[in-house]
């Protein structure tokens, strides 16, 4: 098969944990340098801790995988520095297609309203996503990245800490110990397995092949959906563009395919001639065979080890909610780690992690297992009802709300969050900014040179203060120095944004997408979801809402 990528070896060094005695303390490990096991070493080394990563491999992951990386995944991944070369190398798009059997019966757009920095998605492949990730965390003074070095045994200890990793290298195996271990060492996570933990969910019955093809190809830069097409009748196919002329296709076999079998060149090639045409020049890169899956733990702290991605939790492929839902475990975790550890928050914060991602891997699964259902129905009755939606769908907008290719993914709105504070009676606010929601992005004008609401959300200032007060100027307060005055009495501490002042609102979407009038406020949460909304902001709401988002009210 052909390789397009030149996969780095990365070296191994010998640790000096290795003669330690007693055992080396750290206070963050990371097991696994994956996506979501770097991300949240950036993240938490930006915030000022010292990191470190211990993998058993010494390259990035073989073969494509993780392909599809969404909006709310690039704007977490701007603010860890990563967000350029993403952009740089991936392939953006928006328009998704759907066809039955020859026919296209409609399209979609995912981000027709624009005034945002970041595409709806870029698809790039995971080995050029853990590149530029290893590169920035090579060069932070606080990570250190450990290749060869395998976790093969962990003792969590009574919860209040350290955690005993024992460690395998080719220089002998050492024990070190943690103040906080995250497990972000994916799907078949030893980490998991050491702790006696399983998974609860559903596996199932069907197979899909995965070919990574490496071909010139004027088709567009958009997600192609077939169900039940001439060329794998009674399945499902996908086309995708990646970075470096390499396309995926998926394509579904059923649950009596061998998945040995059907990964030799001598079976993929000929239904990919099939799909592109005998005349079709192309090459394999990588191909692979899965089965879909729905499952999770049942908590994802246990003590001071937190799971993190798909140590936690899986869904199907089909929806892209796999790696980015990791990636948003990590930026949900990571703040509230970085405050426990400065003791600006009670150890119970950490609960709501769990709570949270809870409830965005929950709506996952959710997703995924009816996405699965209409891909491939269980019976004749769910098959004729798929395909009369899918006829319908062509001409009816009704049916087209109820084809299911794939929801893809958006971020979880966290509703039922102990960690929000609920509207006042009465308050007429944008649903899609609610509490519990992700900030939407908008275009601005800044002295700091920002030109995008989040960016000027995560400025350096902004990253150490945490917590971010968006407000429009009030009429008895033009110049926000009362609203300075109630930021500056709040711990942990609050940063004013003020509109007018701080950043302009260049085309009034900030105050279009927020429903921001004169003196009306929201407290922005370190990963940027919305913790709070004030029609008039004061010391004493604010400081209210301050001690629910950081676990301190009795409810929380």
Not at 175 to 200: I, Q, Y
Not at 495 to 522: E, H, K, N, S, W
Request: proline fraction near 7%; glycine fraction near 8%.
């Amino acid at each position: 098969m052909l390789q397009t990528f030149d996969y780095p070896e990365f070296v191994y060094r010998p640790s000096p944990d290795l003669t330690a005695d007693p055992p080396a303390r750290h206070p963050l490990v990371v097991v696994g340098a994956g996506p979501v096991g770097l991300a949240a070493a950036l993240d938490l080394a930006d915030k000022g801790h010292r990191v470190l990563v211990l993998d058993d491999d010494h390259t990035v992951s073989v073969g494509s995988r993780a392909i599809c990386w969404s909006k709310r995944t690039l704007e977490i991944c701007d603010r860890l520095g990563l967000g350029e070369a993403l952009l740089k190398n991936g392939v953006g798009w928006k328009r998704g297609r759907v066809f039955f059997q020859e026919k296209e019966v409609y399209s979609f757009d995912l981000a027709p309203e624009g005034g945002a920095r970041m595409p709806a998605f870029i698809n790039l492949q995971q080995y050029h996503f853990e590149l530029a990730a290893v590169q920035a965390a090579d060069a932070h003074p606080r990570i250190e990245l450990r290749w060869r070095h395998k976790v093969i045994g962990l003792e969590p200890g009574d919860g209040r800490g350290p955690v005993r990793l024992s460690v395998e290298t080719p220089d002998g195996a050492y024990a070190l110990d943690a103040e906080w271990a995250l497990a972000c060492d994916g799907a078949k996570s030893p980490t998991r397995k050491m702790l006696g933990l399983d998974f609860a969910g559903q596996v199932f019955q069907d197979r899909f092949l995965i070919a990574d093809v490496v071909m010139k190809a004027a088709f567009p830069t958009e997600r192609w959906f077939w169900f039940d097409p001439p060329f794998n009748p009674g399945q499902s196919a996908l086309l995708h563009k990646q970075a470096d002329d390499v396309w995926r296709i998926d394509l579904q076999l059923g649950w009596d395919a061998d998945p040995e079998q059907e990964k030799k060149p001598e079976k993929v090639i000929p239904r990919l001639k099939a799909m592109l045409g005998e005349d079709a020049d192309f090459e394999l890169e990588w191909v692979s065979v899965y089965t879909f899956q729905c499952r999770r733990l049942a908590r994802f702290r246990h003590g001071r080890v937190l799971f993190v991605g798909d140590s936690a939790h899986q869904v199907s492929p089909f929806g892209a909610r796999g790696g980015n839902g990791g990636i948003q475990d990590a930026d949900n975790l990571c703040w509230k780690l970085d405050l426990v550890l400065r003791g600006g928050a009670p150890e119970r914060l950490l609960d709501s992690y769990d709570v949270e991602r809870g409830l965005a891997t929950d709506e996952n699964i959710l997703n995924s297992t009816r996405s699965t259902d209409f891909i491939t129905p269980k019976s004749e009755v769910s098959r004729d009802f798929r395909d009369a939606v899918l006829a319908l769908s062509e001409r009816f907008e009704f049916a087209r709300r109820l084809v299911n290719s794939g929801r893809l993914s958006v971020p979880a709105v966290l509703d039922g969050s102990p960690l929000n504070t609920p509207d006042e009676p009465g308050a007429r606010w944008p649903d899609a900014a609610r509490p519990g929601a992700a900030c939407p992005d908008a275009p601005i004008a800044e002295a700091a040179g920002a030109s995008w609401l989040l960016q000027a959300l995560a400025a350096p200032l902004v990253a150490r203060s945490g917590f971010v007060l968006l407000a429009a100027p009030a009429a008895d307060d033009p110049d926000g120095a009362a609203l300075d005055a109630v930021c500056a009495d709040q711990t942990p501490p609050v940063t004013p944004l003020l509109l007018g002042r701080d950043v302009q609102d260049c085309d009034g979407l900030v105050a279009a997408r927020y429903g921001l009038r004169a003196g009306g406020a929201y407290l922005i949460r370190p990963d940027q979801h919305v913790a709070a909304r004030f029609a008039r902001v004061d010391r004493a709401r604010l400081a209210a809402a301050l001690a629910r988002a950081v676990g301190q009210a009795a409810d929380a």
